[in-house]
């Protein structure tokens, strides 16, 4: 079964490399199993993990009536379905947008908050002072309300600029080094795993 | 009333939740928010089948219409009915139902993701161009993470992974949290653009 479920594997990740040939049959057909499979297992998943448990446990079994409201909400989505009665979904929308606003504007700031005071650690070694310039700088490089067309400010301005690149650089090869392993590991289910061609 | 309405929702709802938080309401706030949290994951659950239903409206006129790559379309479609019913009677962790996830969903989504690696380098092959000092810093920052990060890195300038360990520690990390207080500035006055009914934009109205 294990090798089965390797050949299996194999054939499906030389699927999807196809196109790096150029776009093809078998790729499509790869891409929309892909796709399909994930919003298939989705449902299932939401059903049988969450939902069932939700009605029978919750609702039903603890008798937890209250919930059948945030059920009745939720369900104001479809009326996206309804011609003429679209707007009843905004009903739903509104109230995932209030709630996400608010716990961003309630809770966020428990994480921001630390990491502005961290910031402002003792400049007793030359990293401190480089992070500490770093952070300013590109802090003051994304102020946009203030013209920086000359002197010190646009001087400091370029100095984020030249920041940012440096942690855009090695972010971008921090994600190559990633997808370079990602890759690494596909070649392993191949080469090792169904054709036993490397140890 | 169509308009209105959401707007006076997106507000009490947004205020409630602050108001909960950040004054003093005793066990009821605490009780309050736990069970706004619980309301909010009950809408999430009921409205599962948005996604599902769009999907399935999309590919049915597909092929219904007969449009062209219909036939990817019924795949999608053939792959989606018989994936929920396999997974709804295995069950979840069945041995059926997790065998054709892991080794056909899961394999060719992250052999799809892996794709990107190899459009990445292409990609930096033809952005790498040396054309001002700005590329020039990002080059050399991609070029001393990568070279630190792989064995042969130590082996060719040894003590180079120290030098990139240092620019993940310190510029890295300094850049990366510059942005994230300006994403979260951002986020900031964009919430309470939301919560003033002055981004309207998700109503389909426009701001």
Not at chain 1, 44 to 60: F, H, K, N, S, W
Not at chain 2, 58 to 76: C, D, E, F, M, T
Not at chain 2, 91 to 120: K, Q
Not at chain 2, 128 to 143: D, H, M, P, R, T
Request: a positive charge.
């Amino acid at each position: 079964m294990e090798q089965f479920g390797n050949i299996v594997s194999s054939i499906c990740i030389l699927m999807a490399w196809s196109y790096l040939i150029k776009e093809n049959a078998v790729y499509n057909f790869a891409e929309h199993l892909l796709v399909g499979m994930a919003v298939g297992r989705g449902i299932a998943y939401t059903i049988e993990v969450q939902l069932q448990p939700r009605i029978v446990d919750g609702i039903i079994g603890q008798g937890r009536w209250s919930l059948i409201i945030p059920a009745i909400i939720g369900c104001l989505i479809y009326f996206r379905f309804v011609r003429g009665y679209e707007w009843v979904s905004r009903i739903c929308m509104a109230v995932w947008i209030g709630y996400g606003a608010g716990n961003f504007l309630a809770f966020n700031p428990a994480t921001y908050m630390p990491q502005i005071f961290d910031s402002f650690f003792k400049l007793d070694s030359i990293d401190n002072v480089i992070y500490f310039l770093v952070v300013i700088s590109i802090v003051w490089y994304f102020i946009f309300t203030v013209r920086k067309d000359s002197g010190f400010g646009q001087q400091f301005s370029m100095i984020g600029r030249y920041a940012l690149m440096i942690a855009f650089g090695s972010a971008y090869g921090s994600i190559t080094m990633a997808y370079l392993s990602l890759i690494i590991g596909q070649l392993q289910i191949i080469l090792r795993d169904t054709l036993h061609l490397v140890k | 009333m169509k308009r209105q309405l959401p707007l006076i929702l997106v507000a009490v709802t947004a205020v409630f939740i602050m108001a909960m938080k950040f004054f003093n309401f005793g066990p009821f706030g605490a009780a309050a928010i736990t069970e706004a949290d619980i309301w909010i994951q009950v809408t999430y659950e009921f409205a599962f089948l948005l996604g599902a239903i769009n999907f399935t409206l999309l590919h049915y006129g597909n092929v219904s219409r007969q449009k062209p790559r219909w036939i990817y379309s019924a795949i999608a479609l053939v792959a989606m009915v018989l994936t929920c019913i396999i997974t709804l009677v295995d069950g979840v962790n069945g041995e059926i139902a997790v065998f054709l996830y892991e080794n056909i969903a899961n394999r060719i989504d992250s052999a799809i993701y892996a794709l990107l690696g190899f459009y990445v380098c292409s990609a930096a092959y033809r952005s790498f161009k040396l054309k001002n000092l700005e590329a020039g810093i990002l080059l050399v920052s991609a070029v001393l993470l990568m070279l630190a990060q792989a064995p042969i890195g130590d082996a060719i300038f040894p003590g180079i992974s120290k030098l990139g360990e240092w620019i993940l520690n310190v510029p890295n990390s300094a850049g990366m949290r510059g942005i994230r207080l300006g994403a979260g500035i951002g986020a900031y006055a964009a919430s309470i653009r939301v919560i003033l009914g002055l981004e309207r934009s998700w109503t389909g109205s426009g701001s």
